[in-house]
């Protein structure tokens, strides 16, 4: 399972409600406005509170059997090859397939530790459906149009150890690169 690290903020509207903002990266994840009022909601001291700030860790849950063979049957219908590599995580082979940004956004639900993107149409904008891919141990972005500023999106892939990098096509054996 993949673990996510989300940001939130809760305020006082001027109607006297809470408002939940929730950022990931600094960007705006949701906002929602509850039907609480504020003076419902009260700090250890008893005292209203008016702002909250924090972070949580949300787990993300593996898809479904039924989800997982859709993406299975995406990945086929790509030309790309899934393997199970142990009980609960998958090898995903893409090279030279019709791949996009889009279809790594579905790929990325999978407990992944090694992935093949070289030669597909993969970009900066895809590889951010991959920081939280926290078992990705082999990643192969030869041939594509990812730049440093993709790969950016990779360094809290802590046990990321093999990277094919898009520029020189060398094997860099190293967390970061």
């Known amino acids: 399972m993949a673990t996510a690290g989300i940001d939130f903020e809760i305020t006082k509207t001027e109607e006297g409600k809470l408002k939940l903002r929730l950022l990931r990266d600094n960007e705006l994840f949701t906002s929602a406005k509850s039907a609480v009022p504020l003076s419902a909601n009260r700090g250890f001291d008893q005292q209203p509170v008016e702002?909250?700030?924090?972070?949580?860790?949300?787990?993300r849950n593996p898809?479904?059997?039924?989800?997982?063979?859709?993406?299975?049957?995406?990945?086929q219908a790509l030309g790309g090859e899934l393997r199970r590599y142990d009980k609960s995580?998958?090898?995903?082979?893409?090279?030279?397939s019709k791949a996009d940004d889009r279809d790594l956004k579905k790929i990325s639900e999978l407990n992944l530790v090694a992935l093949t993107l070289?030669?597909?149409?993969?970009?900066?904008a895809g590889l951010k459906h991959m920081r939280d891919m926290e078992r990705l141990g082999d990643l192969s972005l030869?041939?594509?149009?990812?730049?440093?500023?993709?790969l950016a999106h990779l360094t809290k892939l802590k046990r990321l150890e093999y990277l094919t990098d898009p520029h020189t096509a060398r094997l860099h054996r190293s967390?970061?690169?």
């Open 142 to 150: 030869t041939s594509t149009a990812v730049t440093d500023e993709g």
């Open 63 to 75: 898809p479904t059997e039924q989800r997982r063979k859709a993406i299975e049957a995406r990945i």
């Open 118 to 124: 070289t030669g597909t149409k993969i970009t900066n």
């Open 89 to 96: 995580s998958f090898d995903v082979n893409l090279f030279k």
């Open 51 to 59: 702002r909250v700030v924090g972070r949580a860790s949300l787990k």
């Open 175 to 177: 967390p970061r690169f």
